[in-house]
């Protein structure tokens, strides 16, 4: 603990060539750059997949992909194929973070109810507005998760790119065990700001989705439901409204 | 394939590493979570603050687990018990949200049923609500047991062994075959453990409707 105290209090640590500072604004910036890159790609692809039910394999794939591939392979094996340097870091890490948020653009859309969209139909909307003003809005908390997800993946992968020549905070953890350094105050400080990076970013995505969701889909509908219907029995509650007598 | 060949039993001990990283912590962190999850299924207080804490648990990177663990828990960097830690750590958050999640989504009748029938509190828990919620934890458990056995690689990444060791040594030594192989068996784990559940839930859950196995 007095290790990563030290480290971190230590403003020459932040203001040295690659130190912690440089290293910060690397990962802050190869971080949402992929990000944004990756949500403006993926989700559209998603939600068009999910809209119109065709190509459901393309969001499938790059489900099952990003799950089961290991990031740490992934990284090693695209540097030693490309000239290592955070150029291909930098696309994988697109394409990994595009995986969760097609799968949650293409599953938010496609699994709302049907009937909904049925009778949005039936009243007469056409397909462009059922996208924009039925599926959109209502797939909005999935959506919000898919990227919340994918930030995080994309902070964590960040971090493990930097082991296959990337840049970033993770390079305090790989720079930090080498025999030559190693300083375990620099490991650590690579460890904590890359959570914090993380969690603040989920936490930014989260109160900002909020404010997209529409405020009619977090109305329970049960409490309104539990008026209309009258409990049918509640044998366990000797109940003060019960038939006197009971 | 003929490097996975020629030293399958160098690969097979790796995989058997493998899996003793990442399947410790799924076994324990399920265990823990199971507990908190059916309390917090009906808890009257705490059910946001807890599930709160648990998403913000879910968001830390294991990595930082690994690097940071030491400097909690008195131990050196290179040591199995961060890598299980802190897998444990990033299941507990997963699998508390999942069971609780539910949990809480069992019908009312059912529960009412249960203690008209003269069942206690913690018989009720154990034979009803966790029995009938059992579908959907198996599909987090799933989920779970794929991101551990995907995460248990960046073991590596402190010196710890695994399949992310073999990943390592392959990327220094320049052996590409040798990172294609350790990559083509954590994919074959990953799906393996994703059919035993599959399979363990048509086994004894027989009545719960299947989900297709993907």
Not at chain 1, 68 to 75: M, Y
Not at chain 1, 89 to 105: N, Q, R
């Amino acid at each position: 603990m007095n290790l990563f105290w030290n480290y971190i209090t230590d403003l020459d640590h932040w203001k040295a060539s690659e130190g912690i500072g440089q290293r910060l604004g690397e990962h802050v910036a190869l971080s949402i750059g992929a990000l944004l890159i990756a949500t403006l790609i993926a989700l559209p692809l998603g939600v068009a997949v999910g809209h119109s039910g065709k190509g459901d394999d393309l969001p499938i794939l790059f489900g099952v992909l990003g799950r089961l591939l290991p990031p740490l392979g992934v990284f090693a094996y695209f540097a030693m194929k490309t000239e290592t340097g955070s150029g291909p870091a930098f696309a994988m890490l697109i394409l990994m973070g595009m995986a969760p948020i097609m799968s949650a653009g293409y599953a938010g859309v496609r699994l709302l109810d049907r009937p909904v969209i049925e009778s949005a139909r039936a009243s007469g909307m056409v397909p462009m507005q059922i996208l924009r003003e039925i599926e959109l809005p209502m797939a909005m908390p999935q959506l919000i998760a898919g990227v919340r997800r994918a930030a995080v993946a994309i902070v964590s992968m960040t971090a493990v790119a930097a082991y296959a020549g990337g840049k970033g905070l993770g390079r305090l953890i790989v720079d930090g065990q080498q025999p030559a350094v190693h300083d375990y105050g620099m490991v650590a400080t690579g460890g904590v700001l890359i959570a914090l990076l993380a969690v603040g970013l989920d936490r930014i995505i989260d109160g900002f989705g909020r404010s997209l969701v529409p405020p009619g889909l977090y109305a329970t509908p049960s409490a309104a439901l539990k008026e209309i219907q009258p409990r049918v029995a509640e044998p366990y509650a000797p109940s003060m409204s019960a038939t006197p007598g009971y | 394939m003929s490097w996975a060949w020629d030293n399958r039993g160098f690969l097979g001990r790796m995989c058997g590493e493998h899996l003793y990283l990442a399947l410790v912590p799924l076994l324990i962190g399920f265990l823990l979570a199971v507990p908190l999850g059916l309390f917090l299924a009906r808890a009257r207080w705490g059910r946001p603050a807890v599930l709160g804490f648990c998403v913000v648990l879910e968001a830390i990177p294991v990595l930082s687990w690994f690097v940071f663990l030491p400097a909690i828990i008195d131990t050196t960097v290179p040591e199995k018990i961060n890598v299980l830690v802190g897998l444990t750590l990033l299941v507990f958050a997963m699998m508390t949200q999942s069971i609780s999640a539910a949990v809480a989504a069992v019908p009312d009748e059912l529960r009412a049923t249960a203690e008209g029938l003269g069942f206690t509190t913690l018989r009720r828990a154990f034979q009803v609500d966790l029995p009938v919620a059992m579908p959907v934890v198996i599909g987090g458990l799933r989920t779970a047991a794929v991101s551990c056995i995907s995460l248990a690689t960046l073991a590596a990444l402190i010196g710890v062994g695994g399949l992310g060791k073999v990943i390592t040594e392959g990327y220094s030594t320049g052996s590409e075959p040798e990172v294609l192989s350790a990559i083509a068996a954590v994919v074959v784990l990953a799906v393996a453990a994703e059919n035993l559940l599959v399979r363990a839930q048509r086994y004894f859950l027989p009545w719960s409707t299947l989900a297709p196995v993907r």
